[in-house]
Each structure stands twice: as C-alpha cells, then as structure tokens.
C-alpha cells in the first residue's frame, strides 16, 4: 500500500540465522507512486531471536529515519508484537522497556505511524535483510536510488 501525498513509507525487513547469532535488518524508504528514495542495511550479532533482531532492526530503522531528517513517514513491520507494544502500551506491561527505548527514538519524528504488515508485503526489504543471513554480506550501507525497484518491494 503506498503512502498518502506528502508522506513516505519505510519498509523494515529482518532474517535470523541462529546458528550464528547473527541478523540482517534493512529498511527501504519509498514515496507516494512506490520509487525508492533510500534503503539501507545492517548486520547484527548476538542476536538470539527473532523477536530480538526485530526490536534491534526497529531501533536502528527509527534512528536512521531521524538521521535522514525523515518526516511523514509510515514505518512498516511484519512483527504484531511490536507494533501492538506501540500503539497499546497498557495492554503490554511485560514490554515497558522496549516500548520506552523505541519512543525515545519516534519522539525524534514529527509525524510517524507503525503499522502492521505480513512479510509478503515487505518484499524488497525482507531480501536485502537476507543478504546478510544467506549472502554473507556484512557490510553496512545506505544508498540513494531506484535500482531496488527491480526486486518489487
């Protein structure tokens, strides 16, 4: 789903490989007909779990958006846990921690949302992630450009 005029949408993608403790995160940040304005990735260690290399990659998204002077953005997640933790924190109290370290870092954008969105939808993202996990690539990057689009994000 694209964004409304004037805002962007930042897909989040995350793999796991726990035989070596290790993720790969991505983000891919689109506007209102679908190009690509940036995207990025990050390998991460010591990463024991999913749910834990999800809240890492959410982190690292935010404060990367806040970096790039993001603003209107859509921040998309196939995770419900985080996403529910955000916007219904009453009813997650065993997550006050990460609910406290991820709004420290949305309180950096003006205008955000999080939403939900199954892993199909986050495509593009899901294997630039991957390139970490099954590629080996451990570089980080940040790059500007339509190039991604080919892989139908």
Not at 70 to 84: E, F, G, P
Not at 85 to 99: D, E, H, M, S
Request: charge should be positive; glycine fraction near 6%.
């Amino acid at each position: 789903m694209a964004p409304n005029r004037g805002w962007l949408k930042c897909n989040i993608g995350v793999d796991l490989d726990k035989n070596n403790q290790r993720s790969g995160g991505s983000w891919v940040l689109r506007e209102e007909r679908g190009t690509v304005v940036l995207h990025s990735r990050r390998a991460f260690s010591n990463i024991l779990s999913l749910d834990e290399a999800k809240f890492q990659a959410l982190i690292w998204t935010v404060e990367s958006l806040s970096f790039h002077r993001v603003n209107r953005v859509i921040i998309a997640i196939d995770d419900a846990t985080l996403t529910n933790v955000i916007l219904r924190p009453k009813a997650w109290p065993n997550f006050t921690c990460q609910y406290a370290e991820i709004m420290a870092r949305l309180r950096k954008l003006e205008w955000w949302r999080l939403v939900k969105e199954e892993r199909t939808t986050n495509r593009g993202a899901f294997l630039i992630a991957q390139s970490v996990t099954k590629g080996g690539f451990m570089h980080s990057y940040v790059a500007a450009g339509v190039w991604f689009d080919r892989l139908r994000c």
